[in-house]
């Protein structure tokens, strides 16, 4: 592990990646500077939970004199690569890195990372699931990353014997010079575009879980998706894939047929379990367990051990989350969905008939596509927060006998429940799945989530 004892080292953004970060690296001696834009206020609950620690804290602003006194400036999660901070860093030459690359610096053991502009978390923790399945004691599988704990935090617990299962964002790839052993891209589509720029831009980000890989690493890749598929060329070892039809003669991979789910090995077809045993909605989530499995089969896992991770699985939080039943209606929790092709997603999960909620801040991306989905099967639509204009101006106007019946406009997602909740019906779904991010009215998605939770249960 690298010595960093006198390492004077600035950490930008004291949200959950950056406070763990400073958490290691000021155990291991560095001299670290912990700068957020928020005001000391807003940070007081969080300086005093790590007042044990010799943390140079600096609130409300960047000023670019911190530059003056770092040798490396690390990057939070939220933290742009066009802040004036960070490029008048990049103009001097100072490294860039973040919590991700230093955690895959140190750690001990193989790393399986997962990302994609969609369905990542939800396949990471299938396939953590299965990996704490197939992993006995001594040995230990830990998840976490992007989604979760940041691992940085735990990097003197975890041992050469163990495995870690690592959800990786496009921001957080963006300074990464190292690849895990095993690499999964599940998909790539437009997002984050008011980060990257370009879609180009995004994808060479999401490129980079596989740019440093070796011919004794393993990617995993589908088909099924264009942007995953085009970074078939990079891969410098074995390739698995998943996909909805059985991969061709020699390609190992994972596949969806006759009810069941199975594996290819190369050889022949080896059975997982049936469709009936997969409790998770729609054809995007059968891709995400096809992802887990051909992950799992990358890592060594046996077959016992993925029936396991997908069995009694419901889903994670936030993401097409039943919270409750009110009056004859199903509420739905999608708070992950943050860009229109995941609300998109969450629509055609549903048969019922659908009060959506879509909204936030918006990401630079098209709502035209969703749009037109939402002609054919919302009933009732109620946009919220900062992009309500931008979604109401692509769906247009409401016309009678055709959907959707009903557009209502809210300024804040509470605002939003107390709308669907007057339009709503026996038989009905109502789907928050907004589509842009949270930050106009929360600090991240999980918050936004649990609010809606809170808020529905005061529901009378």
């Not at 939970?49 to 670019?64: K, Q, T, Y």
């Not at 919590?99 to 969609?118: H, L, N, W, Y």
């Not at 690493?217 to 074995?238: E, K």
């Not at 003669?249 to 009936?276: A, H, R, V």
């Amino acid at each position: 592990m690298k010595d960093w004892r006198g390492q004077r080292v600035l950490i930008l953004g004291a949200a959950r990646q950056g406070l763990a970060l400073a958490r290691f690296l000021s155990t291991k001696g560095a001299q670290v500077t912990l700068n957020d834009q928020r005001g000391a206020a807003q940070l007081a609950n969080v300086r005093a939970a790590n007042a044990d620690l010799s943390i140079d804290w600096v609130f409300g602003e960047h000023p670019l004199r911190l530059l003056d006194t770092a040798d490396l400036v690390c990057l939070s999660g939220g933290i742009p690569l066009t802040l004036p901070i960070v490029q008048e860093a990049l103009r001097r030459g100072l490294a860039l890195t973040n919590d991700t690359q230093i955690f895959m610096e140190a750690v001990p053991c193989p790393v399986i990372g997962i990302t994609g502009s969609a369905g990542k978390t939800t396949t990471t923790t299938l396939v953590g699931r299965m990996a704490q399945a197939a992993v006995k004691s001594p040995r230990r599988a830990w998840v976490g990353g992007n989604i979760g704990m940041p691992l940085v935090d735990h990097l003197d617990e975890i041992q050469p014997v163990d495995l870690v299962v690592l959800e990786i964002s496009s921001f957080q790839l963006e300074q990464m010079t190292l690849s895990p052993h095993i690499a999964a891209v599940l998909n790539i589509t437009p997002n984050h575009l008011d980060r990257h720029g370009t879609l180009e831009a995004y994808t060479q980000a999401k490129a980079r879980l596989l740019q440093f890989q070796t011919g004794q690493d393993i990617a995993i890749l589908t088909p099924d998706d264009g942007g995953s598929w085009n970074l078939r060329g990079r891969v410098a070892g074995r390739l698995i894939t998943f996909s909805l039809q059985h991969p061709p003669f020699g390609q190992p991979g994972t596949f969806s047929m006759e009810g069941k789910l199975w594996l290819y090995d190369g050889e022949k077809d080896l059975e997982i379990l049936p469709l009936s045993a997969v409790m998770l909605r729609g054809t995007h989530n059968l891709n995400n367990v096809l992802a887990a499995c051909a992950i799992a089969f990358a890592a060594g896992f046996p077959i016992d051990a993925m029936r396991s991770g997908i069995e009694g699985f419901g889903g994670v939080p936030h993401r097409l989350e039943l919270v409750r039943t009110w009056r004859g209606s199903k509420w739905y929790n999608d708070s992950i969905a943050t860009a229109p092709e995941r609300t998109a997603a969450a629509i055609q999960s549903c048969n019922e008939p659908l009060v959506l909620l879509p909204g936030g801040r918006d990401k630079n991306l098209p709502w035209e596509d969703l749009a037109e989905l939402i002609h054919q099967r919302v009933d009732h639509l109620v946009v919220f927060g900062e992009a309500a204009g931008k979604i109401a101006v692509a769906v247009g106007q409401t016309r009678e006998g055709q959907r959707p019946y009903s557009l209502a406009r809210a300024a804040n997602l509470r605002e939003a429940i107390m709308a669907a909740a007057a339009v709503v019906e026996p038989g009905d779904v109502v789907l928050l799945s907004p589509g842009g991010t949270s930050f106009d009215e929360f600090t991240d998605f999980e918050q936004r989530g649990e609010r809606y939770r809170q808020w529905l249960k005061d529901l009378m």
